[in-house]
């Protein structure tokens, strides 16, 4: 049997969504982005929405999203993307529209911008990819970098009595009456990449209801900015990072869920 | 069919809107602006046209909003004054750069900083000059009446199309807050139809992907974008100059000024030709593009130029740059919020005359 007796149709068990353009991933080897990327693009394949979807990417790691994603997007300023999201949706009550956003993006420069969104409901998807650091710049100290943790601007250990606390986004925006579902999930695991795919579909079939704001957060690992290979960066986030901001959904279906 | 209506400049600007047929508008509430986002409130467009009406969280969220629905092609606007304008700043550098049409009024306060409430024409350089960060420029048209807030906001529309770029409507606290009759237009349909080429409203199969962006990390491409958008300013100066002049023909004396200013100088020009003084004004109504041309060729047959505006003097760097020395030229104006009046021009105007400068 030589390769050319292998690849058949019928031997297919996998292949990369359409949605996803053929340009070479430029994230770091390990960087949990590529694979959000791929199961937000193949939701929106399996639903079949690809023309009626519009994402919003914004500043950070996340800016190049649209090198990669095979939808029309509009490229957000620092922190507005849930705005751009709103002047969207507005205008396109029956679209799908979504944001994927970074920790520094979401909860230090657009807080505003993400509480208020939410607050109003607007019937969009927020993607929250939370790595506790600012990837793009560097490895500097994010809103939701960890207390204690080195990065490059905190290098000897985030200070939470000069630097502030570690910020739960997730946990802030589910007390909000706009949102109607809110969840937290990882994909360093196959069983993690099932659920967050899940959430993700939810997510959208929410929007068809126009209930209000579906919040996902995805704990990530950025191993370039932890300085770690990525195994380690892996055993690190599941150490540390999800002890601290813990998977589950926080509100399904408008409520809280109770603990 | 004439529909006469007596008006707030603000209220002006809000009715005009929905009969220009815009889809949306995006705001903040700040004095002396706020009947804007009041009227419209008010007047309930949804019910009239389908246009959505929504009160932001700030200004920074209300221009990435207009960004937003810009981006899908909608005809959106964004109304502030002074400070609110400033921080719409990155948001309009981003929809400069990435070649979004929108229209944006700016009802002029006193500043800087958080400064007063009342009139001013202080923000030229900003208006004019980029006002964010980058190379970029927006078209800008400055109202002298009520009648021009409403029709500005339907040209404005046109050429913020025409040209995939946001045009400012520079007014000041006097405009905004004043009522004078207007002739309103005729309710104008909502666009329904959206150009393929870059609207982002969702990629079907038959053609690429569009993407709103003003990024290009390659310096050589982002250097060819400039050059693009650099051409299409070129293009502005040259087809959209607008302007008025009033008793120019035989003016030995030129005031240049727009806006309010203009309304205070054309009675200051009266009072001069009673005098005696062969006085004209020449009224800016693009501020850019500016009126180069004319006032080069102005320059050439006046005795003297006065520049009346409320600031402390940045028109007339451009009406220097375009008199090229040939005449001189000199400012008059209050600011801080104080409104020139027009024997307090004349004033300005004898001095300029006799040789003497402030």
Same mark, same amino acid.
């Given at each position: 049997m030589n390769l050319k007796d292998i690849i058949k149709p019928e031997n297919l068990v996998y292949s990369k969504t359409p949605l996803l353009t053929d340009n070479v991933m430029s994230y770091c080897p390990g960087c949990s982005h590529g694979t959000a990327h791929r199961i937000i693009m193949e939701v929106i394949e399996e639903m079949g929405i690809q023309s009626e979807t519009i994402g919003v990417a914004p500043v950070g790691c996340s800016v190049l999203a649209y090198d990669f994603m095979n939808i029309d997007m509009a490229q957000a300023a620092h922190g507005r993307a849930p705005a751009v999201a709103t002047g969207i949706k507005r205008c396109w009550p029956e679209k799908y529209v979504f944001t994927y956003q970074g920790d520094g993006d979401l909860?230090?420069?657009g807080t505003a911008e993400t509480i208020h969104a939410c607050n109003r409901g607007e019937n969009i998807m927020i993607v929250f990819i939370n790595? *506790?650091?600012?990837?793009?710049?560097?490895?500097q100290m994010a809103p939701?970098?960890?207390?204690?943790m080195k990065s490059s601007t905190s290098p000897f250990g985030r200070d939470v009595a000069t630097m502030g606390n570690p910020i739960k986004m997730t946990d802030l925006v589910a007390q909000l009456p706009g949102t109607y579902y809110v969840t937290r999930q990882a994909v360093h695991k196959p069983v993690n990449v099932r659920r967050t795919k899940k959430a993700i579909r939810i997510a959208l079939e929410n929007q068809k209801l126009n209930k209000g704001l579906s919040f996902i957060e995805i704990v990530s690992s950025c191993n370039s900015g932890w300085k770690m290979t990525p195994v380690q960066a892996n055993i690190w986030m599941e150490e540390n990072m999800i002890p601290f901001?813990?998977? *589950?959904?926080?509100?399904v279906d408008g409520e809280l869920v109770k603990k | 069919m004439r529909e006469l209506r007596l008006m707030k400049g603000n209220e002006a600007i809000a009715e005009a809107a929905i009969r220009a047929g815009a889809d949306a508008y995006f705001g903040y509430p700040i004095t002396p602006q706020s009947e804007v986002l009041e009227y419209l409130m008010a007047e309930q467009p949804m019910e009239r046209t389908g246009m959505v009406v929504l009160q932001a969280e700030s200004e920074i969220a209300a221009i990435n909003m207009v960004y937003g629905a810009a981006a899908t092609g909608k005809r959106v606007l964004t109304s502030s004054s002074s400070p609110g304008i400033s921080l719409k700043q990155e948001g309009i550098s981003y929809i400069a750069g990435a070649e979004l049409p929108c229209l944006i009024v700016n009802v002029v306060r006193g500043g800087?900083?958080?400064?007063?409430i009342q009139p001013s024409q202080a923000d030229y350089f900003q208006s004019t000059k980029g006002g964010g960060h980058g190379d970029y420029r927006l078209l800008v048209l400055a109202p002298a009446s009520v009648q021009e807030m409403s029709d500005f906001v339907k040209l404005g529309f046109e050429l913020a199309f025409k040209y995939r770029n946001p045009v400012l409507i520079l007014s000041d606290g006097v405009i905004g807050q004043m009522m004078e009759k207007v002739e309103l237009f005729e309710q104008q349909p909502r666009v329904t139809t959206f150009d393929p080429a870059w609207t982002v409203t969702g990629k079907p199969k038959e053609r690429e992907r569009n993407i709103a962006t003003?990024?290009?990390?390659?310096p050589y491409r982002q250097e060819k974008h400039n050059y693009k958008l650099q051409a299409k300013y070129k293009a502005m100066e040259e087809n959209e100059v607008r302007f008025e002049e009033f008793d120019c023909k035989d003016a030995e004396y030129l005031i240049v000024a727009y806006g309010s200013s203009a309304r205070i100088s054309q009675k200051a020009v009266q009072l001069a030709r009673a005098k005696g003084i062969k006085a004209g004004l020449f009224r800016p109504i693009t501020l850019f593009p500016f009126p180069k041309q004319e006032i080069s060729a102005l320059a050439s047959q006046v005795k003297g130029i006065l520049s009346v505006e409320m600031s402390a003097g940045q028109m007339i760097e451009d009406i220097q740059l375009a008199a090229a020395g040939k005449v001189n030229v000199q400012h008059f104006g209050r600011y801080g919020g104080v409104i020139p009046a027009p024997d307090e021009v004349l004033e300005a105007l004898e001095l300029l005359i006799s040789g003497g400068s402030k």
């Amino acid at each position: 049997m030589n390769l050319k007796d292998i690849i058949k149709p019928e031997n297919l068990v996998y292949s990369k969504t359409p949605l996803l353009t053929d340009n070479v991933m430029s994230y770091c080897p390990g960087c949990s982005h590529g694979t959000a990327h791929r199961i937000i693009m193949e939701v929106i394949e399996e639903m079949g929405i690809q023309s009626e979807t519009i994402g919003v990417a914004p500043v950070g790691c996340s800016v190049l999203a649209y090198d990669f994603m095979n939808i029309d997007m509009a490229q957000a300023a620092h922190g507005r993307a849930p705005a751009v999201a709103t002047g969207i949706k507005r205008c396109w009550p029956e679209k799908y529209v979504f944001t994927y956003q970074g920790d520094g993006d979401l909860a230090a420069i657009g807080t505003a911008e993400t509480i208020h969104a939410c607050n109003r409901g607007e019937n969009i998807m927020i993607v929250f990819i939370n790595n *506790g650091i600012y990837g793009m710049t560097g490895g500097q100290m994010a809103p939701t970098t960890l207390p204690g943790m080195k990065s490059s601007t905190s290098p000897f250990g985030r200070d939470v009595a000069t630097m502030g606390n570690p910020i739960k986004m997730t946990d802030l925006v589910a007390q909000l009456p706009g949102t109607y579902y809110v969840t937290r999930q990882a994909v360093h695991k196959p069983v993690n990449v099932r659920r967050t795919k899940k959430a993700i579909r939810i997510a959208l079939e929410n929007q068809k209801l126009n209930k209000g704001l579906s919040f996902i957060e995805i704990v990530s690992s950025c191993n370039s900015g932890w300085k770690m290979t990525p195994v380690q960066a892996n055993i690190w986030m599941e150490e540390n990072m999800i002890p601290f901001y813990p998977l *589950g959904d926080l509100k399904v279906d408008g409520e809280l869920v109770k603990k | 069919m004439r529909e006469l209506r007596l008006m707030k400049g603000n209220e002006a600007i809000a009715e005009a809107a929905i009969r220009a047929g815009a889809d949306a508008y995006f705001g903040y509430p700040i004095t002396p602006q706020s009947e804007v986002l009041e009227y419209l409130m008010a007047e309930q467009p949804m019910e009239r046209t389908g246009m959505v009406v929504l009160q932001a969280e700030s200004e920074i969220a209300a221009i990435n909003m207009v960004y937003g629905a810009a981006a899908t092609g909608k005809r959106v606007l964004t109304s502030s004054s002074s400070p609110g304008i400033s921080l719409k700043q990155e948001g309009i550098s981003y929809i400069a750069g990435a070649e979004l049409p929108c229209l944006i009024v700016n009802v002029v306060r006193g500043g800087p900083g958080l400064g007063t409430i009342q009139p001013s024409q202080a923000d030229y350089f900003q208006s004019t000059k980029g006002g964010g960060h980058g190379d970029y420029r927006l078209l800008v048209l400055a109202p002298a009446s009520v009648q021009e807030m409403s029709d500005f906001v339907k040209l404005g529309f046109e050429l913020a199309f025409k040209y995939r770029n946001p045009v400012l409507i520079l007014s000041d606290g006097v405009i905004g807050q004043m009522m004078e009759k207007v002739e309103l237009f005729e309710q104008q349909p909502r666009v329904t139809t959206f150009d393929p080429a870059w609207t982002v409203t969702g990629k079907p199969k038959e053609r690429e992907r569009n993407i709103a962006t003003s990024l290009d990390l390659d310096p050589y491409r982002q250097e060819k974008h400039n050059y693009k958008l650099q051409a299409k300013y070129k293009a502005m100066e040259e087809n959209e100059v607008r302007f008025e002049e009033f008793d120019c023909k035989d003016a030995e004396y030129l005031i240049v000024a727009y806006g309010s200013s203009a309304r205070i100088s054309q009675k200051a020009v009266q009072l001069a030709r009673a005098k005696g003084i062969k006085a004209g004004l020449f009224r800016p109504i693009t501020l850019f593009p500016f009126p180069k041309q004319e006032i080069s060729a102005l320059a050439s047959q006046v005795k003297g130029i006065l520049s009346v505006e409320m600031s402390a003097g940045q028109m007339i760097e451009d009406i220097q740059l375009a008199a090229a020395g040939k005449v001189n030229v000199q400012h008059f104006g209050r600011y801080g919020g104080v409104i020139p009046a027009p024997d307090e021009v004349l004033e300005a105007l004898e001095l300029l005359i006799s040789g003497g400068s402030k």
